[in-house]
């Protein structure tokens, strides 16, 4: 081959490469995620990888104990809070993107128990016939907090403090109710939303405030196109849908 043809066959392969479409240039991002947005944040993923061809690699904690980590260098790069605070506080604070804080969904607080007839709404608080009751960390778990502030709202935590057993997070909250840990506990409806029997208590939402969910996009990822287009996959009809089905609200209005 002659070296005019081998500069034209390079020339031609480079130019080939340029042309690629844009599943060739597919990046991948680190999105950390609030424990009790597990299962709805996996099936977002799966369809955002689906449709943008981009990879979100999940991770999942409790609000605070997430924020924490952010602060001390984790390197992630999207932050799906349970909280509309610690989103905010991570752009106050100089982690977090200016403009890119927004709410994906709005949180349901639920009593739940595997028992087919155990909760039967308030009033299974009030009769306390039960041994155990699992909160997430208040501290560090939004939904913790509305557990306590549902609980004191009735007039019935300090009665029901001693039977407490706190999940560092909604997702242990939720094993010590599977594994019998506890005889019920509060946990968030997308949780539950698809459990076959058991019985729940959906918490009228004058009993604590709107757990509104915040996303931003952090520091790390301000310059990885896949960080940014995660983000705004969130307010895609097919992420809306997901939201929704697993028992979220995507309004704003809370």
Known sequence: MTLSR??????????????????????????????????????IASAFQSDTRHEAVLSFGATGAIYTQITQGAPFEVFLA??????????????????????YAVGQLVLYSREPNLVAGEETLRTAAFDKIAIANPDAAPYGAAAVETMRKLGVFEALQPKIVQGTSIAQAYQFVETGSAALGFVALGQVVNASGGSRWDVP?????????????????????AARAFVDYLKSPKALEIIRKYGYRTDTGA
Request: proline fraction near 4%.
């Open 6 to 43: 081998r500069l034209v066959l390079q020339l031609g392969l480079g130019l080939s490469m340029l042309a690629l479409p844009a599943v060739a240039r597919a990046a991948s991002t680190k999105v950390v995620v609030a424990a009790n947005f597990t299962d709805a944040a996996k099936e």
């Open 82 to 103: 349970a909280d509309d605070q610690r989103p905010k506080k991570a752009v106050d604070e100089g982690y977090g993107v200016a403009g890119t804080v927004s709410t």
């Open 205 to 225: 939402q004058e009993f604590y405030r709107p757990i509104r969910q915040d996303v931003v996009l952090l520091k790390a990822g301000e310059g990885n196109e």
